[in-house]
DNA sequence: CGCGGTGTTGAGACCTGTCAAGACGTGTGG
DNA sequence: CCACACGTCTTGACAGGTCTCAACACCGCG
């Protein structure tokens, strides 16, 4: 599903097939990760980053007493720490939420692109400024929106990155998290996940059931979320 | 004050005589901007980053109902959009909250830059990565910290970031922002902002009056937000 | 068949928000 | 020099959204 990946860039530039090439040409390895595993270690020093060909994997902090905060969700085509490329360790855990296929990237081989690849290199500093304005919409949720909003711009961003990727039907997603995980990101109570999600629910916005997510009225979830997809800087406003 | 912006730098990796000169080339023009102004409008197509000489710059949303999310502060040194290089326009507002010195850098001697200089493209790019890394410790404290937590990790990071560029006595600093602005990067009330820093000062952790911050007892502070600067992702760990 | 993980429900507590009024300081114009 | 307006800070009373704690249901799996 490297696919997945292409489709992710070229949603935002043109991808020529000599860059193509030189991505393909830039994994070492491929592998698979099982379920709930703490892939990568806060502070861990890194010399490769990583590819999520399938699956789900997220960004997590862990503080005193028990509270994590998922500051990121990443999905099939999503380069989950290409951060790490600059920063060489990073400063949260990178986590599995379901069974993984990843393609490794050594820093070596990303740096050789950016010797050869100016462009290529231009549009991954750019997927790594969109994973910024990711964090900002975020810190918008959790700072401004009440819960209602916060769980429908969650699903919001989820559908369309996954459309994106195209790893979508057109109005439903293979959703492996938990609500427990669910409150992790947006900073609530799983308790309260719950009863947030059963009043969308009732308001018939979603379907969500056996890890599968219907949005069954996506112009309603998105004015009940204020959302505006321009923070995700796609070419068109096709999705 | 193009010193603080190198120092910052330099607070992460070595800056060559031959990378400054292209730095302080690379300014087109130097201006001030009032108090209080939105400088940059989100979604204006822009041609150029800005550099902070002096002042107080932040990211701001709006939503509706008159709420306001600040995503991050600048302060002296800091390049503002650094990121509208590669993003072209910005998915939020770029405010003035004192008034500032800014140096204009035209994107074209940017680009320049990333030809002809690799190595300082590289700490551009970690740069930016650093924001993110900003933007993601603020989720974990509009997501997970209480008020007072809150309050205190975002003036232990003040207070560093300021050490960093060179505009720190050693415990305190100018102080512009009102209480209605913490307010709204904390994603807190005026009103709670108002008694919450009133809980900081009984406990004898800060002064701050006539816009100047002191901290009386950094170490307290930094435990009771359970402060790490590794985020900041610096060289030594001096500051 | 029992167990652990996940989802659901209820009651009550608590943190933070809302609304409103007043204090204080500063700048401006008469 | 005073009167006034305005922005900011402060305080009080009350409301309300979310959390906590606890129990129970459900289900896949060993």
Redesign the pocket.
């Known amino acids: 599903m490297i696919e997945a990946h292409l489709a992710k860039l070229r949603a935002r530039d043109d991808i020529s097939a000599a860059e193509e090439a030189a991505i393909r040409h830039a994994i070492a390895e491929v592998r698979t990760v099982p379920d ?1 595993q703490i892939f990568i270690h806060r502070g861990e020093e890194l010399t490769q980053s990583t590819l999520l060909l399938d699956g789900w994997m997220a960004r997590a902090r862990d503080l005193r007493g028990g ?1 994590r905060q998922i500051t990121e969700l990443h999905v099939t085509g999503d380069f989950v720490d290409l951060h790490s490329f600059t920063l060489k360790h990073l400063d949260h855990d990178i986590i599995t939420l379901s069974p993984c296929r990843i393609a490794l990237i050594p820093h070596e081989n990303l740096r050789r692109i950016t010797e050869q690849f100016p462009h290529l290199t231009r549009i991954y500093w750019l997927m790594t400024n969109i994973d910024a304005a990711i964090h900002r919409e975020w810190a918008v949720s959790l700072g401004r ?4 909003s ?1 769980l429908a711009h969650f699903l919001c961003e989820l559908l369309i990155r996954l459309r994106i990727a195209g790893c979508a039907e057109t109005d439903s997603i293979d959703f492996p ?7 992790e990101c947006l ?12 009043e969308i629910r009732r308001r018939e916005l979603i379907r969500l059931e056996n ?1 599968r997510l219907t949005i069954l009225d996506l112009p309603g979830l998105m004015r009940l979320a204020e959302f505006d997809p321009m923070y995700l800087y796609l070419r068109q406003e096709r999705h």
């Open positions: 709930r509270h929106r009440d819960a209602v916060k998290l938990t609500q427990d995980e669910i409150a900073g609530l109570t799983p308790v309260h996940v719950n009863r947030t999600l059963q890890k």
